[in-house]
């Protein structure tokens, strides 16, 4: 039922599952299903390192089986409740009710309503109490969980702090639950003794008159206050070292690896900042076999070193010179996705530039020193200054600044501030070079839990706007861009971080009213929300707009991040007073409360250099370069129909890499591999005859080439023929003139007698013109589609004669079609015309009909010699 799906859907690669490294164990041996729920689109959550880390810990156990679920996008979505088909995971397509344990990942706010969306499609009670012992048991982890309580009545329970570290003590204790047959309570009880799990059924909410709570009451002896889980030691915790590759490109589409967790520069407005302490660092040459053992499993040609503050990590500028020493011959770059000022030395930049100029983006968040002191992030401006001149010097062209609006205490003279900083960037980036740029991104400060700034008021939608309107007039013209983020997303963002149990019932009624996906801009439904808070009987301005005292009892007053309140309330005062507090990693504890027991900050030993993995690299440049060229033919079908173009590209690219084939790049900042196909297939196409072109740097001979590349290829691309060719020639786009195709209408709902097909395929060819209206780029055309049918007629399987002997290891058309029955089809290649447009045309086919057509592409004409 899934596969028929597939077709109808804009990105089915979302959809796919069995990308490279992803596990398939047998669901029906496991002792206990766990769903790994990503509430957003697949791209963002396959982006997510936190993602792959449980997906590889639980599957590596024996007796679990783990599967991913992502939030559908509208196409699908309207597809699974139009079939009444029950959402289902990736892996084995099994429908989420039927797993033990979904457990959600809850990074963002603004997905709660996709969470509620999930369960419904699902067919799971949304509610907690109305799911029974023969429901999923329904949990969650992340950063919202340090205040989930909008969400208390939807899950079972939340895993606060770190997921890696407590897991599979949720994990066992379910098992044995399993096997002793108790019922739900007791369950519950059970998980509220584990260290780092709330169950909110067991805290009873008490509200004042004037809507403040007034008493937060547990109702299990000894349960007063949960506190978070935190990982001693990263050395010793697991990491993927054969990260799940997607086949699509996603956000973040690179292998991520985290150097760092945590951060103690103490920004006062940063979660992150607080929920991880203490800082602990991964040692060098553990994060040497991580990336080493990860990029030959992935195939990836970027690694992102990953932290709060990368340029803080001990031991960065070694680990990265070794790096690039081993994977500059390869083309693989390093990113630092996230560097202060300050960290961005010389020596860095000229180290990342020596394969391909990652992106840089520098974030001073407020740009008047007054407001930078009362944050706690001070940001000199002529270290700025200097940077952004080494960036620009050492070849970029675009620099990114990230500021924030509506900070405590900002005035207009803090808004002048950002204008004239930026400008005063771009001046700098022009003495350097004429094409310089600066991205400036502008977002709305949101007061967030367990920081200091969690008793502040947020800054009103109006006023946000004002500001916004007023960078629109003075950040503008050539070589200046800005962005800023839609201050209604950040109002409902302020309202839910902060927000109590009686949420609740906002998100249902948001839901009813269509609410999905409400982090994208193009799909917020403002008015809709505003109707969900008046019908609740809410007024959200409750949760933002107002200071809270610093005696009121918050909603997470009972959920302990491991930073004492009093420190808290310390720093706040000290933010009034612009007062500077220093970073506990030059030596001073500042007595936050992070650091207890085993719990305590780690840092990677400091030394001078680290040993590469291979020898150093130097380009040797041949008078007469003997650069050989490999041209395949290979297989597309089954599943691998639904990739596109530029996917199947990537997933050519990635497995040559993986099958250690020598690659020649291009020359210049971004090398890419020499690589080229055949035309583009439509969408959904199968094919036995597409061709490829691949460059070496030295040698291989072509059996070796088919052979390491068919093992690292997924279901369904096969390369069946491969011989060496000389760099002369012409282009693979231009060798072919007609394709051939085969279709069947074997999956259409209703029967097309043979006669009646025969008879409209021949009027068809009779006909002064075919006109089809084709739809490439957002843009449609008319076109004549008869000149470029090379051959239309109706054919019996068996009678089927290729133009071109077809190779030994192609699949048969008796292993392709059901049916006895095809069309047979020519297509001139200039024309770009599809077959399935022009079938769709001719039989009067609904556009739904026309994508679930059976299309196998045969041959190329004319023959390669």
């Known amino acids: 039922m899934r596969r028929d799906f597939l077709p109808l859907v804009n990105r089915p690669s979302r959809y796919l599952g069995g990308e490279v490294n992803s596990c398939r164990k047998d669901i029906h041996q496991a002792k206990l299903r766990f769903a790994l729920?990503?509430?957003?689109?697949?791209?963002?959550?396959?982006?997510?390192?936190?993602?792959?880390?449980?997906?590889?810990?639980?599957?590596?156990?024996?007796?679990?089986?783990?599967?991913?679920?992502?939030?559908?996008?509208?196409?699908?979505?309207?597809?699974i409740r139009c079939?009444?088909?029950?959402?289902?995971?990736?892996?084995?397509?099994?429908?989420?009710?039927?797993?033990d344990v979904i457990g959600f990942s809850l990074q963002y706010e603004l997905c709660y309503t996709n969470v509620l969306n999930i369960l419904e499609l699902a067919h799971i009670p949304m509610l907690a109490r109305e799911r029974g012992e023969d429901m999923p048991l329904v949990i969650a982890g992340g950063p919202c969980t340090l205040n989930p309580e909008p969400l208390a009545d939807f899950f079972d329970a939340f895993i606060l702090g770190e997921g890696e570290e407590v897991i599979l003590e949720v994990t066992d204790l379910i098992m044995r639950w399993r096997?002793?047959?108790?019922?739900?309570?007791?369950?519950?009880?059970?998980?509220?003794?584990?260290?780092?799990?709330?169950?909110?059924?067991?805290?009873?909410?008490?509200?004042?008159?004037?809507?403040?709570?007034?008493?937060?009451?547990?109702?299990?002896?000894?349960?007063?206050?949960?506190?978070?889980?935190?990982?001693?030691?990263?050395?010793?915790?697991?990491?993927?070292?054969?990260?799940?590759?997607?086949f699509m490109r996603v956000v973040h589409d690179r292998l991520s690896v985290e150097i760092t967790r945590g951060c103690t520069r103490g920004c006062r407005f940063c979660q992150a900042g607080y929920i991880y302490r203490p800082v602990r660092e991964r040692d060098p040459q553990v994060l040497l076999e991580i990336i080493d053992r990860s990029l030959k499993r992935t195939g990836y040609d970027e690694v992102s070193l990953l932290s709060l503050s990368a340029g803080d990590y001990s031991c960065i500028y070694p680990l990265l010179q070794s790096l690039m020493r081993r994977y500059e011959r390869e083309k693989v770059a390093i990113s630092l996705p996230s560097l202060r000022v300050g960290t961005l030395t010389k020596e860095l930049i000229e180290e990342i530039k020596r394969v391909r100029k990652t992106g840089f983006t520098l974030a001073p968040e407020a740009a008047t020193e007054r407001l930078q002191r009362v944050i706690n992030k001070v940001t000199d401006e002529g270290e700025l200054l200097e940077t952004v001149a080494q960036v620009f010097a050492a070849g970029w062209n675009l620099v990114k600044l990230y500021f924030m609006v509506g900070l405590p205490s900002e005035e207009e003279e803090d808004l002048r501030g950002i204008v004239d900083l930026s400008q005063k960037v771009f001046r700098q980036g022009c003495r350097i070079k004429r094409s310089a740029g600066v991205n400036v991104s502008i977002s709305t400060f949101v007061p967030k839990p367990h920081t200091p700034f969690q008793w502040e008021p947020q800054l009103p939608i109006e006023e946000v706007e004002e500001r916004q309107t007023y960078f629109k007039e003075w950040l503008r013209g050539r070589g200046i861009r800005l962005k800023w983020h839609d201050a209604r997303m950040s109002f409902l963002e302020g309202v839910f971080s902060r927000g109590d149990r009686r949420l609740g019932e906002v998100l249902l009624r948001a839901h009813r009213r269509g609410c999905k996906f409400d982090g994208w801009t193009e799909h917020l439904k403002w008015r809709e929300w505003e109707e969900a808070f008046a019908d609740a009987g809410i007024d959200p301005a409750f949760y933002t707009y107002r200071r809270r005292e610093l005696s009121e009892v918050l909603p997470w007053a009972h959920l302990c991040c491991g930073v004492k309140e009093d420190f808290l309330r310390d720093e706040r005062e000290r933010a009034s007073r612009g007062v500077v507090t220093p970073d506990c990693r030059a030596g001073q504890c500042l007595q936050c409360g992070a650091c207890?027991?085993?719990?305590?900050?780690?840092?990677?030993?400091?030394?001078?250099?680290?040993?590469?993995?291979?020898?150093?690299?130097?380009?040797?440049?041949?008078?007469?370069?003997?650069?050989?060229?490999?041209?395949?033919?290979?297989?597309?079908?089954?599943?691998?129909?639904?990739?596109?173009?530029?996917?199947?590209?990537?997933?050519?690219?990635?497995?040559?890499?993986?099958?250690?084939?020598?690659?020649?790049?291009?020359?210049?900042?971004?090398?890419?591999?020499?690589?080229?196909?055949?035309?583009?297939?439509?969408?959904?196409?199968?094919?036995?005859?597409?061709?490829?072109?691949?460059?070496?740097?030295?040698?291989?001979?072509?059996?070796?080439?088919?052979?390491r590349l068919n093992r690292e290829l997924p279901l369904g691309l096969r390369i069946v023929d491969a011989h060496e060719m000389t760099l002369k020639g012409k282009p693979l786009p231009n060798l072919f003139e007609v394709d051939r195709f085969l279709i069947s209408l074997e999956k259409l709902d209703r029967i097309i007698p043979e006669g009646e097909l025969k008879e409209k395929l021949q009027r068809a060819l009779k006909r002064k013109d075919l006109t089809i209206i084709q739809q490439k780029k957002k843009k449609t055309k008319e076109v004549n589609a008869l000149p470029y049918i090379e051959k239309l007629q109706l054919i019996h399987i068996d009678s089927y004669s290729p133009s071109v002997p077809t190779h030994v290891e192609v699949p048969s058309l008796k292993d392709l079609f059901n049916g006895e029955i095809l069309i047979e089809i020519g297509i001139k290649i200039k024309g770009g015309v599809r077959p399935a447009l022009i079938l769709q045309h001719i039989l009067d086919l609904t556009p739904q009909e026309a994508k679930l057509l059976k299309v196998v592409k045969t041959e190329s004409l004319p023959p390669l010699p």
Not at 616 to 631: D, L, M, S
């Open 37 to 79: 729920v990503f509430p957003d689109a697949y791209e963002i959550g396959m982006s997510h390192v936190g993602m792959q880390i449980l997906y590889g810990l639980l599957n590596v156990q024996e007796g679990i089986v783990c599967e991913r679920v992502f939030s559908p996008w509208f196409d699908m979505e309207e597809l």
């Open 83 to 99: 079939w009444g088909v029950p959402l289902f995971t990736l892996e084995s397509h099994t429908p989420l009710r039927e797993f």
């Open 179 to 246: 096997q002793s047959r108790t019922d739900k309570d007791t369950l519950l009880r059970e998980l509220a003794s584990i260290e780092g799990v709330y169950v909110p059924s067991f805290f009873r909410i008490s509200y004042g008159t004037n809507g403040t709570i007034s008493k937060v009451e547990p109702l299990l002896q000894g349960y007063q206050q949960v506190n978070k889980r935190t990982v001693v030691d990263l050395n010793e915790a697991f990491y993927p070292l054969a990260p799940i590759v997607p």
């Open 596 to 707: 207890k027991d085993e719990i305590k900050m780690v840092m990677a030993e400091t030394i001078p250099s680290l040993p590469s993995t291979s020898e150093p690299f130097r380009e040797v440049v041949r008078r007469r370069p003997w650069v050989k060229k490999i041209r395949s033919q290979f297989v597309k079908v089954g599943e691998a129909r639904l990739l596109g173009h530029l996917e199947m590209i990537e997933v050519f690219v990635r497995a040559a890499r993986r099958a250690g084939i020598p690659m020649k790049f291009s020359e210049g900042f971004h090398p890419l591999p020499k690589i080229s196909f055949t035309n583009p297939l439509p969408l959904g196409t199968e094919s036995l005859a597409e061709y490829m072109d691949l460059e070496l740097a030295r040698y291989m001979r072509a059996e070796e080439f088919k052979e």
